[in-house]
């Protein structure tokens, strides 16, 4: 009876799902025209240094502002990106803006932290790509080290030779690669054979059982192992509560990333996070307020 029903839901086509057809299409034809209208901004998570709750990294997170349906989630605007061709764009685009940020940063006497960047594998592939990132971390002035480019497992997965010479190319460059969502996707432990790649993002997925889960544990422990073994270093994503903290730091995980200590956030927030009279770190993991 199950398999009847499974079958018949396939061919009944409710309001909600034209509903959304609709919204896609329209989103898409939106998309393209958000660039040049200048709908898209980006905030700012903190890594910290778990230690001691210092800030040690920025990763850009992209946000679009549609002018009459708000805020639309980049989880539902990038694969439509892909999709229709224009992720390249908008992938250059984040690029220079929060390039161009960490130089406003610098002039403005914020102590330099480094800068996660979400790239797709679209921009990633090309053959130029290296020579773009050279030349603008040369305009503003900003040491390669302070770069780090997050690409997700299976971005990596469908790129072949082109994907192991940039990313030799960007090691050799001095610019930090590092793999996104790790676990999610296909393994990529071929890649860290490479020793090309700098940073290990584990997943939020892992980090939510945490400490009582004992496959989430056994998991991340095991990842924290690779890491070590590899000169990895990992970054925790998704760190909601002190538990976690608490287990992550025992098992060795130095960075970490999460609503814990902070949502992503505007530029002048991050100004004032890292203002010279402003204690950082110490008991309260808190950097910023939860959302209201
Ligand atoms: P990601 O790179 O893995 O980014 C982490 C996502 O988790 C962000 O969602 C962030 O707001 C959210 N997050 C951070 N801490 C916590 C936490 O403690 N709990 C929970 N539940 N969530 C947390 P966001 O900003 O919606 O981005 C979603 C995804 O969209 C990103 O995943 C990334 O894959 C993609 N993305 C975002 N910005 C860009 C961009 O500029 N370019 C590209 N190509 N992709 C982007
Ligand atoms: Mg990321
Ligand atoms: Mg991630
Ligand atoms: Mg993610």
Not at 218 to 231: D, F
Request: glycine fraction near 8%.
């Amino acid at each position: 009876a199950a398999k009847t029903e499974e079958r018949n839901a396939f061919r009944f086509y409710s309001p909600r799902m034209h509903a959304d057809v609709l919204r896609r299409i329209a989103l898409a034809s939106e998309l393209r025209k958000a660039l040049a209208e200048q709908e898209f901004r980006l905030v700012y998570q903190p890594t910290v240094d778990m230690r001691s709750g210092r800030i040690v990294a920025v990763e850009a997170l992209l946000r679009w502002h549609h002018p009459e349906r708000g805020a639309i989630s980049p989880g539902e605007f990038i694969p439509m990106a892909e999709k229709l061709g224009l992720i390249r764009r908008i992938d250059q685009w984040v690029l220079q803006a929060a390039c161009t940020q960490m130089h406003r940063w610098d002039l403005a006497g914020v102590p330099p932290l480094r800068m996660a960047i979400n790239v797709s594998a679209h921009w990633f592939g090309q053959a130029n790509f290296v020579d773009d990132i050279r030349s603008l971390l040369e305009s503003r002035r900003l040491a390669p080290e302070r770069l780090m480019l997050e690409i997700t497992e299976g971005a990596i997965l469908r790129l072949g030779e082109e994907m192991e010479r940039t990313l030799h190319a960007l090691h050799a460059l001095g610019v930090g690669v590092a793999i996104d969502d790790f676990g999610t996707g296909y393994s990529s432990m071929r890649y860290l054979k490479l020793r090309a790649i700098a940073y290990l993002k584990i997943d939020q997925s892992f980090v939510f059982g945490l400490p009582d889960d004992s496959s989430d544990a056994a998991i991340v422990e095991a990842m924290l192992t690779l890491c070590r073994n590899l000169g990895i270093s990992p970054i925790a994503e998704g760190i909601e509560t002190e538990e976690q903290h608490r287990f992550l730091l025992r098992a060795g995980c130095v960075e970490g990333q999460g609503f814990l200590y902070s949502k992503p956030v505007d530029p002048d927030v991050i100004v004032q996070l890292l203002s010279p009279g402003r204690r950082q770190g110490g008991p309260h993991l808190r950097l910023v307020p939860p959302e209201s």
